[in-house]
C-alpha cells in the first residue's frame, strides 16, 4: 500500500482537502496517510484550548500555517462564566513562536490575550497576514500598536466583539507608511477616537481594502471622504450614523456610497438619525448582508430599506423591525437565509414594540431559503412553531429565546413541547437549537428521538426530571456541545451517559441538580473528561456529597487536568494537597 | 403540572408600573423590570439538593421580581449600546445645551449628564467661562456674586439655576444664560 504512490503525489492529492473533518478522517486511513497528513497539515482548529496542549499540538502538526483556537464555554458570553476562569493564549503563543516561524493566521475566540501575546506575535513571525479576535479580552490598544508596527504583511485585523482596554486611538497610527497589504480592518467593538487623517492615509494605501469596520467615534461627516478613498469595498461598517442636518454633508454621503459598486455587507449604524437614512439607498439592491442591530429606527424606515434589498441573504435587526416590518421582510427578500432580531428592552416585561410569533411564521413562509434563525419574542405559540417546522424543514439553526422563562403557549396555556417537537421533526438537518419557554420532559424526549444531526443545545429553565437529560444524551447521536442552566437535571441521567461525554467536545450545566459525589465518581469513572466543578463561595472540601454543585463544565482532553485553574474551580478526581496555589 | 397557567407575573408588573416613584422617568430603577421565578413549578428533587446553596432562597420570596443572572441571554454590549440610547432620548431635552454669558462673543455647550449635583454644574461652567458664580440660596438666589445662572425650561420660560430638584433641573433644562447679577434680580424675587 506504501509504495503505491510517492508521497509527493499523495501529498498533492491531500492539498485539495480543505475541511478538518476530512482531514481528521485521512488521517485515520493508515500509518502512513497519517504521517503524510501531518506534515502537509497547514490549518489546525482546537475547539476548546484544554482538550489539547501546545506541545501536543506541535508535536503532531509541525509545518502548520494558521491555527485557530477557543477557550471560554459559550456561556461566557451571558456573564455565567466567572472572571478568571482560563482560556490563556499565552501558553500557546510561547509554544508556537518557537516552532512555528513561518505561522500566517491566529484566529481566536473567547480567549484572554494579553498585551504580552500580541507583541510576542509581532516579534515572532515575518509572515504574519491574519489576526482574527473573535469576544477575546485581556489587552490593550497598546497591543494592537505592537500589531500594527510590526507586522509589515498584515492583511487582516479583526477585533470582532472584544473588551479591549482603549487607552488611546494612537495605535492605528502604527501601521508603517509602507504597509499597504491591509485588506480587512475591524475595530468596531473599539470606544476611542483614532486620529482621522491617519486613517484616511491608512485606506488610501491600501488598494486591496474589501472590509471596513469602523467603530462609533468616527463621525459621519468624515465617511464620505474614507468611502471615496476606498470604492472598492465589499464590506462596510458605519461609525456613529448622525449629524447636524445639513445638506451636503448628505449630498457627500450620497454621492460616496453610489460609487461604491462592490458593497455587499453593511452595518455599524449606531445612533442612527433617520434623515441620513437615504444615503446609502444606492446600494441596497446589491447589499447581501445587513446589520442593523444597533439601529433604534423604527418599523416604516425599516421596512423602507428592505424593501430596497432583494438579494438580502442575512438580516441581523433589532424588534423595532415589528411583524409588519418581518412582513416586508418575507416579500422582499426571497434570497434570505439568515435572520437575527435582538431585543431593544429586554429587561421589560410588557412589549414595547409590536413584535410577536407572526412575524417569525410570515418569513418562515415568504422565505424559502431560510436556515438560521435566531429570535427573541415575549409571546410564542405550539401552532406558530408547527407552522414554521412546517414551511422551513430546511431550518439548521434555529435559536428561540422568549423573554419570560417558563413561558407557556400563550393561547393555550400549555408547555411548549409540541411545537418544538415539531421542529426537531420536520427539520431534518438542524444542527443548533435553543430552547426557551415552558417545557416539560416531553420535548427532549422528542429531540432525543428525532434531532439526530443536532451539535449544539441550549436548554434553559427547562425539563421535569433527570429523564428529559437522560433522552438527550441517549438519542442526540451528533451531539458535540451541550449547555443547560437552571433545569432539575440531577446525577441519574448524567451517570447513566458517561461514555457519552466523551464523544462531546463539552457539556456546562449550572443552577441545576447535579451533586459533588457525582461529579466525583464520574470523573472516577472516565479518566480522559475533566470535571471541573465551579463555586465561588469557596469551601468545597468541606461539603457533603450530596450538596448540589452550582456550576459544572465537564470536557474531553487529552491534557490531563488543567494547571492553570483558578481557586473557585477544582478538577474531580486531583489530589487537592497538590493542587498549585 | 399545572395545564392551565395564567401568567400572574403580568399583573404584578402592573402595579410596579403605575407606581408613584422619584426619580428621572427612564432611571435605572424603572427600567430594570424583572423577570418572575415566583410561582413557577420546581421539581422536589431540586430543592432538597440545592438547600445548601442561600442562592435558592431568595428565589422564592415573591412577588419581588428578580432579575435572573444571564438572563435573556443578551451579549453586554447590545444592552449597553440601547442603556445609553435610552437615557439620551428620555432624559428629555437636557444633554447638550447651548450656555451663554452675557458680554461673551460666542456661546458654549455643556453635556448636563456629565454632572450630577448644581456644585458640579456651577464649577464646569465657572471653568468655562472663567467667571464666579457663587452659592445658591434660597431666599436670595446667587447674591453676592457677578453673575447669575439662569436656564428655560421646556416651557419657554427662563428660570433660576437651582430652586428644583437636579433630576428635574436637566430633564426640562433646554438652554443656559449666565446673566449679570444686576439683571437677574428680577427672578430671584417673589
Redo the contacts between chains.
Sequence with gaps: MTSSFPEEVLEHVFSFITSHKDRNVVSLVCKSWYEIERWCRRRVFIGNCYAVSPEIMIRRFPEVRAVELKGKPH?A????VPEGWGGYFYPWIVEMAKAYPLLEEIKLKRMVVSDEGLEMIGRSFRCFKVLILSSCEGFSTDGLAAIAANCRNLRELDLR?SEVEDLSGHWLSHFPDACTSLESLNMS?LSSEVSLSALQRLVARSPKLKTLRLNRAVPLEKLSTLLLRAPQLVEMGTGAYSADIHSDVYSSLAAAFSKCKELKSLSGF??VDPYYLPVFYSVCSRLTFLNL??A?IQSPDVSKIISQCPNLQRLWVLDYIEDSGLNTLSLSCKDLRELRV?????????ANVSLTEQGLVAVSEGCPKLQSVLY?CRQMSNSALITIANNRPNLTCFRL?I??????DYLT??PLDTGFGAIVDQCKGLQRL?LSG?L?DRVFEYIGKHAKKLEML?I??AG??DLGLHHVLSGCDSLRKLEI??C?F?DKALLANVSKLETMRSLWMSS??V?LGACKLLSRKMPRLNVEVIDE?GDLDS??D???V?KLYIYRTVAGPRLDTPSFIQTMGQNTAYRLP | MDQKRIPLNLFDNFDLATELRLGLPGSDDQTEKKTSLSGNKRSSSEMESTTCSEENESRFSPPMKEQVVGWPPVRSYRKNILQVKKNDSESGSGMYVKVSMDGAPYLRKVDLKVYTSYEELMKGLQAMFKCNIGLYSEKEGYNGSMHAPTYEDKDGDWMLVGDVPWEMFISSCKRLRIMKSCEARGLGDS
Excluded: V
Design positions: 456561556f458570553d451571558f456573564n455565567l466583539e467593538c449606531w445612533d442591530s444597533y433604534t435582538f431585543p431593544s428592552d429586554p429587561f421589560i416585561a410588557d427573541f429565546c423573554l419570560e422563562p417558563r413561558a407557556p396555556f400549555e435553543s415552558l416539560t441550549s434553559a429553565f421535569d426530571s442552566r437552571d432539575p440531577g441545576c441538580a451533586s463561595q461539603r457533603p450530596n450538596c448540589a452550582e
